[in-house]
């Protein structure tokens, strides 16, 4: 189940409060309305799951709340902080230090090796490449993949590639793990050892959890299922509301 029922998320710091969020995409003289006066508060040591049709602004939704992307309207704050008042170079700054992404299509980088690609938020805080690499072989092995250290991406299935890009966004302890469809490309038993591990990252009184997915088998991992449609929160619920159809 969830969170502990001793602690209700009011008692919690807010980790993530959105309020109106809009976003508007134009191409020429065509545009698409992404979001639409999105609301969202997301506690510390609580972990969410946007659940929604595609198209509903699920991906766009949060990759405004993980300042990678602008919004058009609404207010934002992540851990007290709007990425999108800070300049590109101390946005790019508080990303390092703060979020961590798991981008759906991986983006992992095809002439490093995946220790390489996991080490990546490391070495551009800083820390020396040696032991970067070394943490991000650490890593790899808590998903599985202990071994393959040295191998390209090109050499991996999907569902491995996709633990290595879990692997990238947990390496720095990030304050909040943002996930897009994490478990998509792993088999059922795999991708529930790794969303336990991901679900261990958001426990943490510091840290938190959203995770967009239409993977039923993991929602009995959080707290809410926030539900979308047409660019908007259309419902919450938990998961001991569900009703389990045959």
């Not at 092995?141 to 947990?170: C, H, K, W």
Request: with cysteine.
């Amino acid at each position: 189940m969830g969170a502990d029922a001793a602690h209700s998320s009011s008692d919690r710091q807010c980790a993530v409060s959105a309020h109106g969020i809009e976003k508007v995409y134009v191409a020429g003289d065509t545009q698409v309305v992404a979001l639409r006066g999105a609301d969202l508060q997301v506690h510390c040591g609580e972990i969410v799951m946007l659940a929604g049709p595609s198209g509903c602004g699920k991906t766009s939704f949060i990759s405004i709340l993980a300042g990678l992307l602008a919004r058009d309207g609404g207010a934002l704050e992540v851990f007290g902080q709007d990425p999108q008042s800070l300049s590109t170079e101390a946005r790019t700054a508080w990303r390092l230090r703060n979020v961590g992404f798991v981008f759906q299509q991986f983006n992992l980088i095809p002439t490093l090796s995946i220790a390489e690609n996991v080490a990546i938020p490391l070495i551009l805080q800083g820390i020396d490449r040696r032991s970067a690499i070394a943490r991000g072989s650490e890593m790899l092995g808590r998903v599985g993949l202990g071994g393959r250290e040295r191998s390209s991406p090109t050499r991996l299935s999907g569902g491995q590639q996709q633990r290595v890009a879990i692997a990238r966004a947990l390496i720095n302890s990030p304050r909040i793990l943002v996930c897009d469809e994490p478990t998509s490309a792993l088999d059922g038993a795999t991708g529930l050892r790794v969303m336990e591990l991901v679900a261990a990252q958001g426990r943490a009184p510091d840290r938190a959890v959203i995770v967009v997915s239409h993977d039923d088998r993991i929602y009995h991992l959080a707290d809410r299922i926030i539900h979308m449609d047409d660019g908007r929160v259309d419902r919450i619920e938990k998961p001991s509301q569900r009703t389990t159809h045959a």
